[in-house]
T-cell receptor, first 113, second 111 residues
């Protein structure tokens, strides 16, 4: 079955540590996105990529970094510069058009040790 | 700035008690509105796309409608399994091909 796989499901970060969240899709979609979701809030865009080797900052990119070396993969690194990283992180993809619905993975919950 | 506002924040219904969720938006040149369902600890699941005022979409007990300023998600005779958070989203206007999401309505249906 085609879909988006995020791993791990739960992740813990120590002070000063960088952690990387994985997102893989086998939908052959061009565009991929990372969102952050805090309790009681909507999704906020961190980074997005419309094509391999290209990505753009979203609304809350500070303290995060991404890469897009392969069409299927869009990993997100939460750096030590992100002072409040505890949240639910969601990866999404879409064939390419901005007015098409996005398909989501099941998220990674990141907590601070 | 594009804005999406959902109301109410939370809604508790008895099984079989119909109601509606609201999503109002301030976007110039709407290019679609999306409804999603999100269960706890899961990613949003796509439900509907609406592109023009007057359009309606249905799926089981859910019906989504769209006007020029807002969208409604009508839930008819809900069951406990309809309990979830319902999110609406609109495409961002401009070069960024992403969505702006509302903060959602948490629906609880009691047996």
């Amino acid at each position: 079955d085609g879909g988006i796989t995020q791993s791990p499901k739960y992740l813990f970060r120590k002070e000063g540590q960088n952690v990387t969240l994985s997102c893989e899709q086998n939908l052959n979609h061009d565009a991929m996105y990372w969102y952050r979701q805090d309790p009681g809030q909507g999704l906020r865009l961190i980074y997005y990529s419309q094509i391999v080797n290209d990505f753009q900052k979203g609304d809350i990119a500070e303290g995060y970094s991404v890469s897009r070396e392969k069409k299927e993969s869009f990993p997100l690194t939460v750096t030590s510069a992100q002072k409040n990283p505890t949240a639910f992180y969601l990866c999404a993809s879409t064939p390419g058009g901005g007015n098409q619905p996005q398909h989501f993975g099941d998220g990674t919950r990141l907590s601070i040790l | 700035e594009d804005q999406v506002t959902q109301s109410p924040e939370a809604l508790r219904l008895q099984e079989g008690e119909s109601s509606s969720l609201n999503c109002s938006y301030t976007v110039s040149g709407l290019r679609g509105l999306f409804w999603y369902r999100q269960d706890p600890g899961k990613g949003p699941e796509f439900l509907f796309t609406l592109y023009s005022a007057g359009e309606e979409k249905e799926k089981e007990r859910l019906k989504a409608t769209l006007t020029k300023k807002e969208s409604f998600l009508h839930i008819t005779a809900p069951k406990p399994e309809d309990s979830a958070t319902y999110l609406c989203a609109v495409p961002v206007v401009g070069g960024r091909r992403a969505l702006t999401f509302g903060s959602g309505t948490r629906l609880q249906v009691q047996p």
